[in-house]
């Protein structure tokens, strides 16, 4: 309504969905997925679709192309492209309509592509199917495309298989195929989800400066507000099904009118924000003040880890040198490949070192057990097993799905301590209060349970045996922000109540400020850049420390540099300043 | 069917009794506080199963009749099926002979039901033997991997080569055409199946964050394999065995058919084929016929059962 082409013209919607209900048949009978659901995005505009999982933001994503699956199905209102109801379509008419006039962009690049065809041909095959050009001319055109993507090379890259490609090289031949036959309407479900921050960044930047070029209209789909934010002219926000609100970006985040935009905006970790300023205002409990950090438990000196494969020797980690005091917490930050994860391995003693020392250290300053000279194969049963404990990334994948969250909780008991079974479930119950998880929630299988009560599952595991030392390996990572701001807080309170000293790996800036003493920023297995978490955050010296803080998406109104950058991102390319 | 229900009715009462039963597991009550959710017995998982898929329920149903059948049968059944009388054979079926009599005057019912006994302990004999040898061979190699590993595949391989009838053929032809034989050489044909299953599934989950979990607290190897990974392959291993049973009952009584493994007179589901399969030109079809329409059932049983079976053992699947 307020983006208008020329002067005081009425805008045509180039898609417009209203009213709007998806079903699912399941085995637990019909299931609502979207409910009454109005959208509308204007010509030459990108509208942005946030909420969390189970939200109901990729199924109608996937209801305007019908790409439902089997058991889902539109049972009422209309979607309409161009004044066409897409709903009324043959599926041959579709057809035509799908790839040519809307074109979609895949969560997981490398799974959208079809891994035995090289992603050349791919492009070429969209080209041929649409009869854009003749077979004879479609390669040549299908490496303009892939060097319109900024692959470079793109004449021999024709030739590569997904496999070979980057995550983010992958995403790209994405936006070539879909961009492919110059598309109206582009649809990109959680295009950089899964990449890493500056290829996020770039993907984003080229994708969004494409479809301005083009003038065409997307809609983004994005568990990510800040993302949402720094790309699109209007933003709407969907809970289980329902629109809750929308608006333009500024003012949707600055003032948000619904309690649940609120909560949303609130849980979104960025500058200057406050681990306990996550949360609403009613759940901020008056936690336990942390102790400054005491003696040194942890020092890691001269670490290194090498990979040996057919293609030569890689060094994963190299030199790597820190010490970690009582009830402190610190963060490694890097990218993939950056060697934070085998790191957190080697100091969890699951993946051996190939050199360096791994020093705990007792009550006595002076004594220290060297555990990274015990094999990882055999540190399972060491009498140091229970003082390093790990808390790892899904905390679905990280518990047997044949154990109940009593039985996950109670492993490293058995494993660990001398308890009978009366003490084992004693401490389980004392446990699960710890973490808050409520105590009838115990006989669960891990299936039973939600996203956030796996992760308390998987922390009050891992502080059973009282460690000292904590590795935490992306502990958020898979979460949706409000739970990972209660998990977020949790872990804070535990620090504060238990002393444990915390290694907290992670790729995200902005939880790494909230909950960090100190951080060591990592690139190709070295520590680039290292210090007090304040000041490397704010005054980074080294270069990538510097490109990683500004590749993170920011909200509007929290940083004003973030936003005169939005700003000229979001005029026509020929106006940019 | 009336054997069908006597047991899901007595499951009903191990379904009430959540409290004494969680406890005893070992399961918490802390507080005393009540369960929210109980975790339903076997049984009581058995028939929710039953009850949302109706061929599941079927298999079940014939199952429980066939191990009655195996059970009780032959202390009901009406004439002794040993006992020849040449003065009424080939006698088609009657109200007094159901399945009518056979060359000697036997009661072909009362043979079929007293061969059930027979027909499912070779089998599920057998099929319990590869079991337990396939999966240790399968979790060893998988788990250590190595040359282990391909010792172990490379001697399945070798086993899987052959034509398997035809092994298990040599093997009693070699051994001696006894009981125990068809036994040991209906599970020797079946091992590399298991062995085969096992080693991926534990592969597949032996790098899995729950068997690094486990790993940090403080499980050792064996316990890891032993109540980590090995559960974990249960669910794919159940339709496994239930279509193992069906090819070992087959290939028993193939066996018995060629004139290896069981001897007459011993009422045989694959001997009664094979004797009756010479009055069939003479229009006496009820000698074959019988017994291999409940081989047929047997096999069609188990391999339905199969789903029903994974579903029972596969936490995931509850609600």
Redesign the interface.
């Known amino acids: 309504m307020n983006m208008m082409t020329g002067a005081g013209q009425p805008q045509v919607a180039a898609l417009d969905i209203s009213k709007l209900d998806v079903n699912f048949t399941t085995r637990r009978g019909e299931v609502n997925a979207v409910k009454q659901l109005e959208l509308s995005v204007p010509r030459g505009t990108v509208l942005g679709v946030v909420g969390e999982s189970g939200s109901g933001k990729s199924v109608s994503a996937y209801a305007v192309l019908q790409l439902l699956e089997a058991n889902g199905r539109v049972t009422g209102g209309s979607i309409c492209f161009d004044g066409i109801n897409l709903l009324e379509l043959s599926s041959t008419e579709l057809k035509d309509i799908r790839g040519r006039e809307i074109a979609m962009i895949f969560q997981n690049p490398r799974a959208a592509l079809n891994p035995v065809r090289s992603v050349g041909r791919q492009i070429a095959d969209v080209l041929v199917a649409h009869s854009r050009v003749a077979r004879s001319q479609s390669k040549a055109k299908a490496v303009e495309l892939l060097q319109q993507v900024e692959i470079r090379d793109a004449e021999s890259r024709y030739h590569a298989y997904p496999f070979e490609l980057s995550g983010g090289m992958c995403q790209r031949v994405g936006i070539a195929l879909a961009l492919a036959c110059e598309p109206r309407l582009l649809i990109a479900d959680e295009p950089t989800t899964g990449l890493d921050i500056t290829t996020q960044n770039s993907v984003m930047e080229l994708m969004m400066t494409l479809v301005r070029q083009r003038q065409m209209s997307a809609i983004l789909i994005t568990h990510d507000l800040a993302l949402a934010s720094a790309y699109c002219d209007e933003v709407v926000v969907m809970r289980d099904g329902r629109r809750i609100e929308s608006g333009r970006p500024e003012q949707l985040f600055n003032h948000p009118v619904d309690a649940y935009t609120r909560k949303l905006v609130d849980a979104t970790p960025h500058k200057g924000k406050s681990v306990r300023q996550l949360l609403p205002a009613a759940q901020q409990q008056s936690a336990v003040v942390k102790a400054a950090p005491g003696e040194v438990v942890l020092s890691v000196k001269h670490l290194a880890r090498e990979f040996r494969s057919a293609s030569g020797t890689v060094q994963a980690v190299k030199d790597l040198s820190f010490d970690l005091r009582k009830g402190e917490c610190l963060g490694l930050v890097g990218e993939s490949g950056s060697g934070k994860s085998t790191t957190a391995l080697m100091v969890a003693r699951l993946l051996d070192t190939s050199a360096g020392s791994i020093q705990l250290f007792g009550d006595n300053p002076q004594e220290y057990v060297d555990i990274a000279t015990i094999p990882s194969a055999k540190f399972m049963r060491h009498d140091q097993r229970a003082r390093v404990q790990m808390v790892f990334q899904d905390a679905g994948d990280s518990i047997d799905p044949r154990h109940t969250a009593f039985q996950a909780i109670e492993q490293p008991l058995r494993g660990l301590t001398r308890q009978g079974r009366a003490q084992r479930r004693a401490r389980v119950a004392e446990l699960a209060d710890l973490v808050g998880l409520p105590q009838h929630l115990l006989n669960r299988f891990p299936h039973q349970l939600s996203g956030g009560q796996r992760a308390r599952v998987n922390i009050a595991r891992a502080v059973a045996v009282s460690p000292d030392v904590l590795v935490l390996d992306e502990p958020t990572a898979a979460l949706d922000v409000s739970i990972q701001a209660v998990v977020l807080n949790l872990l804070a309170d535990l620090q504060a109540q238990l002393g444990l000293s915390y290694l907290f790996i992670s790729h995200d800036l902005y939880v790494v400020r909230m909950l960090c003493d100190r951080v060591m920023v990592m690139c190709n297995g070295e520590v680039v850049e290292s210090g007090d978490t304040g000041q490397v955050m704010n005054s980074p010296v080294h270069a990538y420390t510097r490109q990683l803080l500004s590749a993170m998406p920011a909200l509007p109104g929290v940083d004003e540099a973030t936003d005169a950058a939005r700003s000229n991102r979001l005029r026509p390319p020929s106006l940019r300043l | 069917m009336q054997h069908g229900s006597p047991d899901s009715v007595s499951s009903l009462p191990q379904r009430e009794i959540p409290a004494t039963t ?1 406890n005893t597991d ?3 009550v ?2 005393g ?5 109980p ?1 339903s017995s076997g049984m009581g998982q058995l028939w929710s199963i039953a009850c ?1 898929n109706p061929l599941s329920l079927v298999a079940f149903a014939l199952f429980f009749l066939l191990i009655a059948v195996a059970i009780v049968g032959p202390s009901l059944v009406p004439y002794d099926p040993l006992a020849s009388n040449a003065s009424i054979a080939l006698q088609p079926p009657s109200a007094e002979h159901w399945f009518g009599t056979d060359n000697l005057g036997r009661d072909v019912f009362s043979r079929v039901v007293v061969a059930t006994r027979l027909d499912l302990s070779i089998s599920v004999m057998a099929v319990v033997l590869s079991l337990v040898a396939g999966s240790v061979l399968g979790a060893i190699a998988g788990y250590a991997g190595g040359w282990l590993d391909a010792l172990v595949s490379r001697v399945m391989d070798t086993i899987m080569a052959f034509p398997l009838f035809v092994l298990a053929m040599g093997i009693v032809a070699a051994l001696g055409n006894t009981i125990e034989n068809i036994i040991y050489a209906t599970a020797i044909i079946n091992i590399p199946f298991y062995a085969r299953l096992i080693r991926s599934e534990v592969r597949i989950r032996r790098n ?3 068997a ?10 064996w ?1 890891v394999l032993l109540f ?1 990974l090995l ?2 392959a249960l669910p794919p291993m159940m339709v496994q065995m239930s279509l193992n049973l069906g090819w070992a009952i087959l290939n028993a009584a193939g066996l018995s058919f060629i004139g290896l493994g069981v001897r007459p007179p011993t009422p045989e589901w694959g001997i009664m084929v094979a004797e009756g399969a010479n009055f069939i030109v003479s229009g006496e079809w009820w000698l074959a016929v019988f017994p291999g329409v409940t081989l047929m059932l047997a096999v069609f049983t188990f391999n339905l059962m199969g789903d029903g079976l994974r579903d029972l053992v596969d ?2 699947q ?2």
């Open positions: 969680v070992g399961k918490p802390a507080g506080a009540s369960i929210a959710v975790q949302a899995s964050t729950f690094q979990a486990a790993f940090i607290s403080g499980m050792s190897h316990r980590t559960p974990n936490p995931r509850r609600q």
